[in-house]
């Protein structure tokens, strides 16, 4: 928590929470049930590095509920975890998983380690280490709790959780499903590495499909044309200004830790990002300008800004300074309780983390369920709807004595690959909740915000889930 945050991470989780639980009829005792991190876990195990010295680790895994199992939720590797920061992140998985119905409980891990500072082979002697303390502790399973990537962690890292955790638990039939964000050669599937931020771009999509909503905004109808702003080029943030631009939308300005950079004309992530590789830095990318600040980004006049770096980024210091019309939160937390006051003041829309960036756990249940079932998405009716298509489209042809176009022809053969599947199961989830939510925020005017329409879906699903369960008679 720091000097100028009265409250800690997951205070603020829990804040916002009391706050949604009022436009609920629950007893206090099932809200208490809710809020509560069921079981946390502290480790602390050394690691030899490279110049021969120890240290020692310190890292955790928090379920916070158990309403469904398996428990789920990613690993971060950061220097700033602690306790409260994965109890807040493991909270909001459950409300998370809840809102958009993928059926799990909440989990978080954290390894307090700054991946820069460590080889390859250190932090795979850390991820091992650490996935071994878990499994000695009955803490990761397909059918227990399942970790996937997060902040710092990706393919690679999911990749040594797998192996490490197959080959302690030899014959395991199912051992792909205990972990998900894996590369597809592990079990991996197609659509999971771009699907947080493909998830954050259909949400924001559909709220910028919404007249009402938009008018309210003072904007125009629809994505295309927008201005974008994206803090942080990592894997969220990257791929939300891809989908943001290939769908018209013009990205702005970009933020990374070392310096953020305009361009009005918009930017290509892409090649931002292939300069960063080769410079090191985001900063004197070729026709754009550099900001004195990399925070000057996030007070930028600009339709849409997403956060898609780290928590407490809007705060009740900047938030007044704010000019975007829409903020979509695309990291988890990265605006503060303080800050959701000022929007509200102000007018500004925040589409909430809590559902916005579910794309990622979605797609993770996807995963799981492939590897559950053994059996690659649309393997067995791909060919099966070619053929049909074929015949019907051969028919209505000779009727209409008229051939359709090559182009047209292959769209309507097409048999859904893995890929088709796993994007279509995504809007889907996305255009759902998102419409859930502003009906729930609708239906009751008294409701002062977005989050608070998202917590007010979440609490009533687990709680009517305990409720089904008859815990609470
Ligand atoms: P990542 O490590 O791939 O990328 C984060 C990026 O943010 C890095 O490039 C980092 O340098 C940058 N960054 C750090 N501090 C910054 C600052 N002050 N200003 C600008 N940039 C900064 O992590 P990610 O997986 O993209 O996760 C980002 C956020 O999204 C986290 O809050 C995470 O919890 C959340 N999230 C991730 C997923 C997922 O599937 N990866 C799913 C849901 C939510």
Redesign the pocket.
């Known amino acids: 928590m720091s000097s100028t945050q009265p409250y800690s991470f997951f205070q603020s989780v829990e804040r916002s929470f009391d706050k949604a639980a009022k436009f609920t009829q629950w007893d206090l005792g099932i809200l208490e049930q809710i809020k509560a991190c069921n079981s946390v876990y502290q480790m602390r195990f050394p690691v030899k590095r490279d110049d021969g010295s120890i240290e020692v680790i310190e890292a955790y895994r928090v379920q916070h509920s158990h309403h469904k199992a398996p428990c789920k939720g990613?690993i971060?590797f950061s220097e700033e975890v602690n306790q409260d920061e994965v109890m807040a992140?493991a909270s909001l998985m459950t409300y998370k998983c809840a809102i958009v119905n993928v059926p799990f409980g909440g989990a978080k891990g954290g390894i307090k380690v700054n991946p820069r500072k460590y080889s390859v082979y250190e932090l795979e002697k850390i991820t091992r280490r650490y996935t071994s303390e878990l499994v000695k502790k009955n803490f990761i399973g397909p059918g227990t709790d399942v970790p996937?990537?997060?902040?710092?962690t990706?393919e690679r890292e999911m990749a040594w959780i797998v192996d490490t955790y197959a080959s302690l638990k030899p014959g395991e039939i199912d051992a792909a499903g205990c972990v998900t964000?894996k590369p597809i050669t592990q079990g991996g599937v197609r659509g999971r590495k771009e699907?947080?931020g493909l998830g954050v771009f259909y949400g924001i999509r559909e709220v910028c499909e919404m007249a009402d909503v938009m008018a309210k905004q003072g904007l125009t109808v629809g994505v295309a044309g927008k201005t974008v702003v994206v803090?942080?080029?990592?894997?969220?943030?990257y791929h939300s200004a891809k989908f943001f631009r290939e769908n018209g939308a013009k990205v702005i300005a970009l933020?990374?830790?070392e310096g953020a950079i305009f361009n009005a004309d918009g930017l290509n992530e892409e090649e931002v990002f292939q300069h960063r590789k080769a410079t090191g830095s985001i900063l004197n990318f070729p026709g754009a300008t550099n900001l004195a600040k990399?925070t000057d980004a996030l007070e930028l006049e600009c339709d849409i800004l997403i956060p898609?770096?780290?928590?407490n980024?809007i705060n009740g210091d900047n938030a007044e300074r704010v000019k975007a019309k829409i903020i979509g939160e695309?990291?988890?937390g990265p605006c503060t309780p303080e800050a959701d006051d000022v929007f509200a003041e102000k007018g500004i829309l925040c589409v909430p983390d809590m559902y916005l960036?579910a794309g990622?756990?979605t797609v993770s249940y996807f995963e799981w369920l492939k590897n559950l079932s053994h059996v690659r998405y649309g393997r067995m009716e791909k060919r099966f709807t070619e053929n049909l298509n074929a015949q019907i489209l051969n028919q209505i042809e000779e009727m209409g004595n008229k051939k359709v176009s090559e182009k047209d022809r292959e769209f309507i053969l097409h048999g859904p690959e893995e890929v088709d599947l796993v994007h279509s199961g995504l809007e889907e989830t996305m255009i759902s909740a998102t419409r859930e939510i502003m009906q729930i925020w609708k239906d009751n005017p008294e409701i002062p915000d977005m989050r608070t329409a998202a917590y007010v879906s979440a609490i009533n699903k687990v709680a009517n889930s305990y409720a089904e369960l008859g815990i609470f008679p």
């Open positions: 990613g971060r992140l996937a990537p997060d902040y710092g990706g964000g699907a947080t803090q942080g080029l990592g894997n969220v943030g933020a990374e830790y990399n898609a770096a780290l928590e980024v695309a990291a988890n960036n990622g756990v």
